[in-house]
């Protein structure tokens, strides 16, 4: 199978290919990426000289150039992580996100029907449904649920849902969407609470946490997320949404207790800030779906993933620094 990812440089594109490349050897990736600051070349660098990777800078929204992709390449699926992701960006300047999220999906679906490719799966976000009030346990999102986003950025990533509903109604593209929780694992930008926590705490510095540090989410192991997208992507009904979610609902507060417990530093680091704009209070997924259709369970419990992910970070220095010190910017022998 060729697959074209794009944001594959990208936290969780990066793992994704990685899970692929490693589950099936006979698979090709095309990996299509505009590097903005989140898209890291480091991440997948090893694959330069191997046969079944291949490195694409381009930016989703330009037509042309994504277009261009379809005629070089000869496609199987395509796989549409690339977005902005980062939910105080958005609020700070959402037309970013309007831009890549929206029309950069709505290219990609038009090059999917010109080039009648069998498959595009749609990377969303359980941030579509808005949030769940911190007494009502019982509840938990279910695909069937309205949409009702509270940022710029769920708001920009419900529109390009709405825009793959609307083109498997209309001209029968065939796409499938997941709606996943909170990752966690290797390769998060820094910007993101779990990896920005580990990195502050290890360099003494204080943890900045939003408001009271009650807000819930629940987090899933990233790579759990991506044996979610390989069923979907193989074994998932088009026109569908399936919910990926860990069942393990933590607040931000005890999150950042259980890093600072691992990395043996003082919670007197840790200090409240304003809260965000707009935040939302709890997220929880319901994954049954998934579950029972297509046999996918989540297979790291959140101990051993966080004692993990923090050891990644530990172990990877450099990976963080060349973030730090903007090198990671510079990249060299990209193929184009
Ligand atoms: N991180 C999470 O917890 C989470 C949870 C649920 C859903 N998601 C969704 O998963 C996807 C990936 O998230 P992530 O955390 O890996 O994000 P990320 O910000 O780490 O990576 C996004 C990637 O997309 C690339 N990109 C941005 N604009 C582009 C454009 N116009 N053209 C081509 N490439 C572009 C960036 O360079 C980067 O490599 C997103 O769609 C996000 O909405 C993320």
């Known amino acids: 199978m060729r697959h074209l990812i794009t944001g594959g440089e990208g936290f969780i594109g990066t793992n994704y290919i990685r899970y692929i490349l490693k589950m099936y050897p006979e698979d090709e990736i095309i990996c299509v990426d505009k590097l903005t600051y989140a898209g890291n070349y480091d991440n997948l660098k090893e694959f330069e000289n191997d046969g079944r990777f291949t490195f694409e800078q381009v930016d989703i929204c330009d037509r042309k150039a ?3 992709l379809f005629e070089t390449y000869s496609i199987d699926c395509v796989v549409n992580f690339a977005a902005e992701s980062h939910v ?61 986003t509270s940022s710029p950025y769920s708001a920009s990533k419900a529109s390009a849902d709405l825009l793959c509903l609307a083109y498997f109604r209309t ?63 193989r074994l998932g009904k088009i026109g569908e949404i399936y919910n990926i979610g860990g069942n393990n ?62 050891e990644w970070y530990k172990n990877n220095p450099q990976w963080i620094e060349r973030i730090l010190n903007g090198e990671y910017k510079k990249i060299r022998g990209v193929k184009s």
């Open 249 to 310: 609902e933590k607040s931000n507060i005890e999150i950042v207790k259980i890093i600072l417990e691992a990395l043996k530093k003082p919670e007197s680091l840790i200090t409240f800030v304003k809260d965000r704009p707009g935040h939302d209070r709890r997220y929880a997924i319901n994954s049954g779906k998934i579950q029972n259709e297509l046999g996918w369970k989540p297979q790291t419990d959140f101990e051993s993933g966080i004692q993990q992910t923090i």
């Open 88 to 148: 105080d960006r958005s609020i700070e300047n959402p037309e970013i996100f309007l831009k890549t999220n929206i029309i950069g999906t709505e290219v990609l679906l038009d090059a999917v029907n010109k080039y009648a490719i069998k498959r595009f799966h749609q990377i969303s976000t359980d941030e579509v449904y808005g949030d769940l009030p911190l007494d009502r346990p019982d509840l938990k999102f279910e695909e069937d649920w309205g949409i009702k």
């Open 171 to 233: 001209y029968g593209t065939p796409v499938t969407i997941s709606r996943c929780s909170n990752n966690y694992g290797p390769y998060q930008f820094p910007e993101k609470l779990i990896p920005l926590m580990i990195e502050k705490a290890q360099r003494n510095e204080s943890l900045p946490v939003y408001g009271d540090g009650k807000n819930i989410r629940d987090w899933l192991y990233v790579e759990d997320h991506c044996s979610a997208i390989d069923k979907i992507v």
């Open 66 to 68: 994504v277009y261009s």
